[in-house]
């Protein structure tokens, strides 16, 4: 199976994408990798807004059909916007993953964690290694 | 891990693959597990089975062996006709589910479950007595599932109206003309829609599936993964066997007793009487959106008195949270529980009957066909 796999995000290996918007915030979705295997969205829940969150840590559940996912934070730092859209499509999270289904952005305090992540070939790699 | 001769038409359809009793096998395709789960409901939908077992019993003993492995009332099957049943171990528990089809008093089919089928078939050997003889005829057995209100027509389409408009609920047709291709047709299934399981040359597979999907075309057929099966099968009412039925929990108190004929004896018999009242299971519909989650504990005026087995979001029932828990006190239908994962939160849900969702399985085949 192939997967759409943007140049310009960085990924977790949970399969969070992180777009760096400036400023060291940064927007957080799901990977096309993980919008595939989890199955069809029907709900989300998002983390509280202003809410301070740990890297690593999980506040954010996507609900499928079959499973319920933790989303994990991908850096430290304050919760800025939550995709409230999602309460009423939930479904972009897997028809537009890295668009209209983003789910949160926060502000971190340096871009320490955003540079460790994964680059997209790494992830392209980290994938082939999943299958 | 093992793959069915479709595994490529999958791909190219566009399938997420995923594991299920050692098998390769679609979750789902582009259009998703929702979509899929409604086509069947309201249309059609195609399931690739082919990783379930199959055993031909033949012999002047195999009804005395069939009573003695099997629970339900064997007795009362005619030629023709296919029964579900459970084949228990000594204490009761469920080596596993599945349907018995009697050609004729000395010949029989038993179809079972992927992952088990192994340990099927050692058991079946094992306990073959007198003029018994099993033969494994998985390998060379396709099977497909063509299940919801527009099946019969797809049927009808490719062998003709006739073919089938008589054919009654849990009735087979030993060497049904399927567009050239010789198979089983089973008036059976695992979504509680009307359909059949087809059974055929495992080297047939792929162009029956190409040639149901063709001819289903504008019945709005679609292919459909396990996902679809599992809320399909949770919504009918039915058990999956490794959850709601174990081979290390007695069968007791089950929506699914009708499977089981007190009247004769098998093996597991006297297992069951001694535990009857230890368990009891119900379909539960819990509160909101989320559900529990996996290894939930049922938990009753701040008693813990269980688990949860499976769990769905209810696709025909608005998306509500639904599934069954096993719990060791015997709860009304309407009763309040608790379900509290493990990250310690709590949900609350109630028992309800089953089915859940009562589909078009059992009505007469010829309003389909009009």
Known sequence: ?131 | MKKTPLYEAHVKLGATIGEFGGWEMPLWYKTGQIAEHNSTREHAGLFDICHMGEFIVTGKDSFEYWNRLLTNKISRVEDGQAIYNFMLNEAGGVIDDCILYRYNAEKWMLVVNAGTQDGDYEWLKQQAFGDVKVENIGPETGKLDLQGPSAPKIIAEVAGKESIEEMKFFRFIPDFDLGGKKVILSRTGYTGEVGFEIYCDIDDTAEIWEMLLDKGAKYGIEPCGLGARDTLRLEAGLPLHGHEIRPDIPVVGTPWEFAIDRDHDFIGKDALEESEGDYFSYAVITEGRRKAGDHSKVILNGEEIGILTSEILAVSLEKKPAGYVRVEKELPEGTEIELLNEKGRSFKTVTAATPLVKGTSRKKMAIFLD
């Open chain 1, 1 to 131: 199976m192939s997967y759409n796999i943007p140049e310009k995000l960085r990924f977790k290996d949970t399969h969070e994408w992180v777009e760096d918007l400036g400023n060291n915030t940064y927007r957080v979705g799901i990977s096309d990798y993980a919008s595939k295997h989890i199955g069809d969205v029907t709900f989300v829940e998002l983390p509280e807004l202003d809410s301070s969150v740990e890297a690593g840590d999980t506040e954010c559940v996507v609900e499928t059909v079959k499973s319920s996912e933790d989303i994990f934070f991908p850096v430290s730092g304050t919760i800025t916007a939550v995709n409230e859209d999602l309460e009423d499509a939930p479904e972009n999270v897997n028809d537009d993953c890295y668009g209209e289904g983003w789910l949160f952005e926060i502000k971190a305090d340096d871009s320490k964690a955003f540079n460790e992540l994964m680059s997209a070939t790494e992830y392209a790699a980290f994938l082939e290694e999943q299958e």
